[in-house]
């Protein structure tokens, strides 16, 4: 099995790009389907979730094709076929499927999705929505959604889900009328899909506010995107550099997006400077980082839970005793008994865990369980002195690309051992 070796203990010191972001490209990949033409999508990251969903589109007729690291998808051919389960094992994105298929074809049969098992994932919030634009829904092994003509609608959801509001949007930018999202998401990639979609000649208003309308068109038209940068990459880079300490320019890290992660890091005692194109971090070795007091995951602009283990990895390594809530994903702290084999000290209960800092993790052989875990465990071993192992890069490959020769670049002893 694949892992990862590091031998840590090394300051991180350069400047390293930043790939495009995966959580917006996976909705937008899923909207392509309603583009009858050839959308192109510019640094788009070369990852596991993107072929899985680019692979289903081909499964769905759509052409698909890689051109100098550009994805280029033409749906003009494009059919509705059932998406089994192992179709969609692989990608949480694919639900967004239900949507497109929906919007497209006025008719979708797919699996319940997969992705990473991270808490109890229900879909009702997405039934919910589609339901009151007009889709009749029918779910048992697989969910099936059929309708003649969907309609506008006005939906309240009653949590600010991303991937429902993603769903909602799909099938409202093609009704018949006007649709107005409450209580939408306002997550940076809802933003960026809304973008898209206008660009393609939709009409969608009250971008980054928890209210969208919606005013449908008869159809979209081919555009070209440029996927912007990843913000949870950017964050994943910045507490690898603050846990093995150094000095590193994130190139194209959006300042804007990672307000919620930079401000408790700063109040930690990381340096920060922040430029147009990009943010500069900073740890002096002899300058251990302070606790944090208390973290809460939330919906943005809050704390976001993709980033929540990584923080788990550096408030052990950090001075005093760090509180960090869990409230979005009910299961999402499986780096714990791996962080505590390293000689982490952390309490977990329920959604909660305390961590009382210590000096230094000691290194190990680590298994990642999910995809942030893993890149989490990464981050620990980084900063621990000698050779660490660490398992789970399956889950790793969903998320970043060029992930070790992006570290390596930045002065680590970092190797991927394919075994
Ligand atoms: C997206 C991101 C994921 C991120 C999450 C929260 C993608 C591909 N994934 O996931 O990386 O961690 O947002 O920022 O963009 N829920 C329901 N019913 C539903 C839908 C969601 O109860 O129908 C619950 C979920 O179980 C979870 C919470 O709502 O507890 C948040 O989920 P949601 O915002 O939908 O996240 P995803 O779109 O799945």
């Known amino acids: 099995m694949a892992c990862i070796q590091i031998s840590g203990g090394c300051p991180l010191c350069g400047e390293i790009g930043l790939q495009g972001s995966k959580n917006a490209v996976l909705p937008m990949l899923a909207a392509s389907l309603l583009i009858p033409g ?20 081909q499964k769905l007729g759509a052409a698909v094709s890689w051109d100098k690291g550009v994805l280029c998808v033409n749906a003009a051919g494009a059919h509705p076929v059932v998406l089994n389960e192992k179709d969609m094992a692989d990608t949480r994105g694919c639900i967004l499927f239900l949507g497109a298929l929906t919007a497209r074809f006025g008719q979708a049969r797919l699996a319940h999705p997969g992705g990473c098992v991270i808490g109890k994932r229900p879909v009702d919030l997405h039934l919910l929505a589609l339901k009151a634009l007009g889709v009749v829904i029918e779910e048992s092994e697989v969910i099936c959604g059929r309708t003649k003509l969907v309609s506008g609608a006005e939906i309240v959801f009653p949590f600010p889900s991303v991937g429902a509001t993603q769903n909602a949007l799909l099938v409202a930018v093609l009704a018949a009328g006007t649709t107005r999202l409450h209580n939408a998401a306002k997550e940076p990639e809802v ?12 009409k969608i208003s009250g971008i980054g506010t928890a209210h969208l309308e919606i005013e449908g068109v008869g159809k979209l038209h081919p555009l070209d995107y440029t996927i912007p940068p990843d913000r949870i990459v950017a964050g994943t880079y910045i507490t690898a550099v603050l846990a093995a300490g150094g000095k590193a320019f994130l ?7 990672l307000f919620s992660v930079i401000e408790p890091l700063k109040a930690a005692g990381a340096e920060f400077h922040l430029f147009a194109d990009g943010i500069l971090v900073k740890r002096s070795a002899k300058a251990r980082l302070r606790a944090f007091d208390y973290i809460k995951t939330e919906p943005y602009p809050g704390f976001p839970t993709d980033m929540q283990s990584q923080f788990v990895a550096l408030a052990a390594l950090s001075d005093g005793v760090s509180i960090i809530e869990e409230t979005i994903f009910e299961a999402r702290f499986g780096v714990v008994s791996e962080l505590k084999k390293m000689g982490a000290k952390i309490y977990l209960n329920e959604n909660k865990v305390v961590v009382e800092g210590v000096l230094s993790l000691s290194p190990e052989t680590l298994i990642g369980r999910d995809l942030r875990g893993t890149a989490a465990l990464l981050v620990a071993a980084l900063a621990a002195k000698g050779e660490s192992r660490v398992f789970g890069v399956e889950y790793l490959m969903r998320g970043y690309e060029g992930f070790v020769e992006n570290l390596k670049a930045l002065g680590a002893r970092i190797e991927f051992d394919a075994l």
């Open 191 to 202: 933003v960026h899909l809304c973008h898209f979609l206008n660009m393609a000649g939709a």
């Open 251 to 257: 190139k194209g890290a959006d300042v804007g997006e």
């Open 38 to 57: 050839e959308t192109r999508f510019f640094h788009c990251p070369d990852i596991a979730d993107v072929r899985a969903m680019a692979a289903l589109l």
